[in-house]
């Protein structure tokens, strides 16, 4: 009897994987063969790969950088029912590399493998800007990933979000074009979507505001979420606005558990949050954080408004911002 329960164990290891099993939804994003998926009851999408488990990622935020992704990230790492993945930006559907393991981020704790109602999340904020390539996107990528994600995307006002990021890259380069260069970037951006009804064709024909590295078209946050919903279902993706949820944080915190249909814990703590990395490099390079004058704000702000105009009709929701 040992004998045969053993072979019938041996049997199940090994050949297990050869039972009918979605591999070309599998094979697309180049995952291991070995890796069978779970009968998973909450329908979390999660797969066995001998005996470590692993989990998609349950809802993703996806951007925009410098509106407080990092944030949220955090508030949710300390939920009780989310477990943290390994790194918080993967940047997986930003390349066109499929031979990365992505599941390998996403391994649940050995202490929790059997609790069914753990999620896990993914957040790289550059997902959101990089909706643009003339080929495959990174929303197209998302939309074939072999898990049905839910999408958080935060919006903050464009004008500050320059100046957040334009500091930023002071740190981290690549070092951004002085000030007085992105002023007559804004002139000719304004002045070639004057002439066309497709904006991001003057990303792509104009050196001086190329989309990769000009930092005033990563506000221009319409023309992203069109593309957005036009591979994932509008009802996906929750839009937040980053300086409600920092004034207030509890009602979109509320709704966004909704929409997750996570549970709401009140004892929990939003805050914003400079990563520790980002303040120490900040100190020993003796750089000041440069704070636009009003002059310089005005013109960025007669620059987005029109977008942000667009922006909230296609929302439905409040003008949010001062700009």
Known sequence: VLLGLTFCLISIYFFF????????TLDAVGYDKRIIPLIDW???????SRSEKYCHPYFIIVGAPKCGTTALYDYFTHHPKIYPPKIKETAYFLSHNYSFKYLSNFQVPEDKKNVLDLVTLEA?????????????????RLSQSPSNKKFVAMLRNPADR???HYNYRRIYGPKPPILEEIYQAIKELHSCYNRTEDRSLCHYTNANVNFDHNLVVKGIYLDKLKKMFSFI??????????????????PILVKLHDFLELPYYPNLTFTQVLPYIEQQKQKKLNLEKINLTKEQRDMLCSFYRPYNLELVEFLGIDYPWDC
Not at 42 to 48: E, G, H, P, V
């Open 17 to 24: 994987p050869l039972l009918p099993v979605d591999y070309a």
């Open 233 to 250: 279902p509008r009802e996906n993706v929750q839009v937040i606005i980053s300086e409600q949820i920092f004034k207030n944080p509890e």
């Open 124 to 140: 790289t904020a550059n997902y959101f800007l990089n909706g643009h390539s003339r080929t495959i996107t990174v929303y197209e």
């Open 42 to 48: 909450n329908k979390k999408q999660c797969y066995y």
């Open 162 to 164: 320059f100046v957040s």
